[in-house]
């Protein structure tokens, strides 16, 4: 009786929208990153974002094609005038924005930020602790 009701519900189970959603592994093909925290790209362009209403700005970004799989993000460049320090064609490492996923605040469809230029840190060429 025991292995009856297991495997029922095993198969019960995927009827279930949330079960499906969370196992069947469509969001890792969907994820860019492909499950990582992090991944190295190239800049293709600088771009500024319009903030959402009721806001008003320019949100600065850049378009990254990222090294391991070729797919093209838009990615947040933090703090003021760190746009100055990424150049087109620049190797820049992505990481996520903090929502796991979703974009942030009042700027649309931007789902990861920058951290570093040419393997220096974003924060410390802001701080003026070191040089690219």
């Given at each position: 009786?025991?292995?009856?009701?297991?495997?029922?519900?095993?198969?019960?189970?995927?009827?279930?929208?949330?079960?499906?959603?969370?196992?069947?592994?469509?969001?890792?093909?969907?994820?860019p990153?492909?499950?990582?925290?992090h991944?190295?790209?190239?800049?293709?362009e600088?771009i500024?974002?319009?903030?959402?209403q009721p806001?008003?700005a320019?949100?600065?970004?850049?378009r990254?094609?990222l090294?391991?799989?070729?797919?093209?993000?838009?990615?947040?460049?933090?703090?003021?005038?760190?746009?100055?320090?990424i150049?087109e064609?620049?190797?820049?490492?992505?990481?996520?924005?903090?929502?796991?996923?979703?974009?942030v605040?009042?700027?649309?469809?931007?789902?990861?930020?920058?951290v570093?230029?040419?393997?220096?840190?974003?924060?410390?060429?802001f701080?003026?602790?070191?040089?690219?």
């Amino acid at each position: 009786a025991g292995r009856k009701l297991r495997s029922h519900r095993r198969i019960a189970r995927w009827a279930d929208n949330t079960y499906k959603r969370q196992h069947s592994g469509t969001w890792l093909k969907a994820n860019p990153l492909a499950g990582s925290s992090h991944a190295k790209g190239i800049v293709l362009e600088k771009i500024g974002i319009e903030a959402k209403q009721p806001n008003s700005a320019v949100r600065k970004a850049a378009r990254v094609q990222l090294i391991k799989n070729g797919k093209k993000v838009a990615a947040y460049v933090p703090n003021d005038g760190c746009l100055n320090f990424i150049d087109e064609n620049d190797e820049v490492l992505i990481a996520g924005f903090g929502r796991k996923g979703h974009s942030v605040g009042d700027i649309p469809g931007v789902r990861f930020k920058v951290v570093k230029v040419a393997g220096v840190s974003l924060l410390a060429l802001f701080k003026e602790k070191k040089e690219k």
